[in-house]
Structures are given as C-alpha cells and as structure tokens.
C-alpha cells in the first residue's frame, strides 16, 4: 500500500497567517492526491483534487502544489472558518490511502 | 444536491457482523460508485472499498485487501441505499464509518460524505 505521511500533525496559527501543510507519498503518484477539510462532528469535504485544482465554491486563499511523491496544501491569511482538520488521500493506486490528518487549531 | 445519511448500530459485539446502510438522496445509486470509509479514534480515514450497482445487487466492487474476506456491500435499488456488512468485528473496527460518492474523471476523489455513524465494538 501507498503511505501517506503528513505534517506536522498539529498546527497552532492565528488569523490572518499563512500556513502549509505537507504529505509525502512513500512512492510516485503523479498528480493523484486530493485534499480534504473535516470539521469536528462534520463530513470530510473535498477542497482540491489532482494536486492542485480548486473544487467549485472553495475560497481561492487555498492552494495546493506538488507532483511525484511531494505535495503542499497552503492556506493563506487564514479566516476562523479554516480552522479545522486537513487530510491528503492519493487516488494513484488501490488500496486508495490517506494521510494521518493535520490538525489547525487557533493560537 | 446529493446527500448521504448513514444508518445501523452504535454498538456490536466482538464477532459480530456489522450492517450499516446508506441512504442517498438527490442522486440514484446506479448513476456514480459509492465508497464506505471509516476512521479509528486518533487515527486517519481509512478507505474500505468502492462499490457500483446498476440492475443488480451484487454490482461492481473493490475492496480494501486489509479488509476482502469480512467485507461485503449491497443495494436497494428501490429505497436508494448501499449497505455494508463487515463481519467478525473486533475492538479495532471501532470507528466512525462513513459513505461518500465516488467521483472519477482523470483522477477518484471522495464527495459529499455523509455526516458519519459512530461504531463501538464492546460486549
């Protein structure tokens, strides 16, 4: 199976910032990640597929880069909306996998 | 707007077989794969398997290796529901297990998910 490895695993950051979240694949899977923003006590919902394409009606202060085995997910000048748990998952090969999950929390 | 509301027992028994059922509205079942994830307390999302139903039950399905001798899923057609059976539940299927659509063009994401049923496995 594909690991995906995140990090850090918790985030404190403030209002305003600019963060990155990173997920390392332990081998190549092109452009096959996807990011995921999970609430407390909400479904996940995708925020970009394919490494960096932005899903319909996500707010353009997220952005997402990467190929190969290295991606970023960044959140610029952070809203107390984003505060939440970030996830990649790669779509490269079955078994589908995700990342551990990177926990922003307000400082 | 599709939406998704998973259904089924907040608690099972160890060696028990887990039915849960997921009911899909906005959307029929025959038109996108469906997927069940789940999650363990501290733990990432775990993909379980995909699953794709047209004019009949057993349908189309991939599963997780970790998971193919326990796992089996099936439709309704006419309630619009896809059902997972995960057999032989031990304390490490603890989790909340959620269902989600598949989408797949060039590349296989996840959404919307439902909102997640939480599984305890205890006696």
């Known amino acids: 199976d594909i690991q995906m490895t995140q990090s850090p695993s918790s985030l404190s950051a403030s209002v305003g910032d600019r963060v990155t979240i990173t997920c390392r694949a332990s081998?190549?899977?092109?452009?096959?990640l996807n990011w995921y923003q999970q609430k407390p006590g909400q479904a996940p919902e995708v925020l970009i597929v394919?490494?960096?394409s932005l899903q319909t009606g996500v707010p353009s202060r997220f952005s997402g880069s990467g190929s190969g085995t290295d991606f970023t997910l960044t959140i610029s000048n952070l809203q107390p909306e984003d505060f939440a748990t970030y996830s990649c998952?790669?779509?490269?090969?079955?078994?589908?996998?995700f990342g551990q999950g990177t926990k922003l929390e307000i400082k | 707007q599709v939406q998704l509301q998973e259904s089924g027992p907040g608690l099972v028994k160890p060696s028990e077989t887990l039915s849960l059922t997921c009911t899909v509205s906005?959307?029929?079942?025959?038109?996108?794969?469906w997927s069940w994830m789940r999650q363990s307390p501290g733990k990432g999302l775990e993909w379980l398997g995909n699953m794709y139903f047209s004019g009949t039950t057993s349908g189309t399905t991939n599963y997780n290796p970790s998971l193919k001798s326990r796992i089996t899923t099936s439709a309704d057609m006419s309630k619009n529901q896809v059902s997972l059976n995960l057999r032989s539940m031990t304390a490490a299927d603890t989790a909340v297990y959620y269902c989600a659509r598949v989408y797949s063009t060039s590349i296989t994401w996840f959404g919307p998910w439902g909102r997640g049923i939480r599984v305890t496995v205890s006696s």
């Open positions: 906005g959307d029929s079942i025959s038109s996108y794969y």
């Open positions: 394919g490494a960096s």
């Open positions: 998952q790669q779509s490269y090969k079955s078994p589908y996998t």
């Open positions: 081998e190549t899977i092109d452009n096959f």
